[in-house]
């Protein structure tokens, strides 16, 4: 799969998303008015009330929850439940697929699901990134394991190395607070370091080039994102409704994955207009706004990724780091405590990276997957059909 590049300067994560839910009032009178006169088609409204349903689950968890794993997991899962049943409303309806204006409005959708392979390949190779941490997670307790001899100033030695190689793995252009205060740390002569040197340090993913920027990316994507006028929801039977429905659901979903995990030049301000009437808009702008607040927070504004517990790595990891930079020999009790007390909340850290990982990968090619097929099979339809025509 080929990369879409972009260039251009990105815009601060605080401002990511600022207008993304703003509202274009005429194109909501439209709406408003044909929804009043449109189609009764039970497997449409059916749709809009799945994609309801799943998103207000989604809001329906703590703000500690909130771009966990698992609930990162359960966005994937309800994308993935709300794309299946629009592949299936196209089925039903790929005689109308193929007339004007839907053939037209499809056709947009699927191009802009190709600039969404893009960021799912940079979605998953953030998560490898992330497993590079894990590995330096798991050493540093291993140095610091009380439970088989008594902490040593040796032992601090080797836990201060791997928060060293931990702070040059978390090295990115985000420039996360961890790794900004770690920067003097001297580099290895590795391979992996000269990769660095040679122009790939703005990068963990080989899929996309050194250009491509995951904000300017969903800027594109965004761009041809416009609620559908009354002539067309008329024109189309109502299948412009979960077209554009559908449409608004991956852009959420991309920038939520953008936000959480580490990915190349994230943040942007895009424009993305959802009229509120839309039964689904209410827990979507909720969540936007949600994550919106997260991402303004003073200790998360550089982060790495908005993801729950690489917040709670950067957090344990900078206590110890403080720690191991400040202790002397004998260690006191309170000393002793405090670095049993960080190892074993880097523990279960690292417990969480370890069964979450693998399944929010495997979620991400799915959806890749997913996405690919869809467009796949309604390219293919209505190519057959110009044909025939």
Known sequence: MSSTDNQGPSTPLSSFGRSLFGIRREQVHSVEASHESGSHDTGLESFQKLVTDRFHE????SDDDLLSIQWML?????FLCCQEEFRAILLKKKEQVSKPPLDRIISEFFESSVKALDICNASREGVEKIRVWQKQLEIVMSALD???RALSEGMFRRARKALMDLALAMLDDTGSTFSQRNRSFGRHNTSKDKQHQSGHSRSHSWSVSRSWSASKQLQSIANNLAPPRANEIAATNGLAIPVFTMYSILLFVLWSLVAAIPCQDRGLNIHFSVPRQFSWSTPVISLHEQIL????KRDRRNSN???KEIYQMEKCTQRL???VDSVQFPLTEEQKLEAEQVTEELNLIYESFKGGLDPLECQVREVFRKIMACRAEGLEYLSMMNFTE
């Open 58 to 61: 989604l809001c329906g968890v």
């Open 74 to 78: 359960k966005l994937l899962d309800a």
């Open 146 to 148: 009380s439970k088989k």
């Open 293 to 296: 607040e997260v991402s303004k």
């Open 305 to 307: 990724g908005l993801l």
């Open 321 to 323: 780091t403080d720690l």
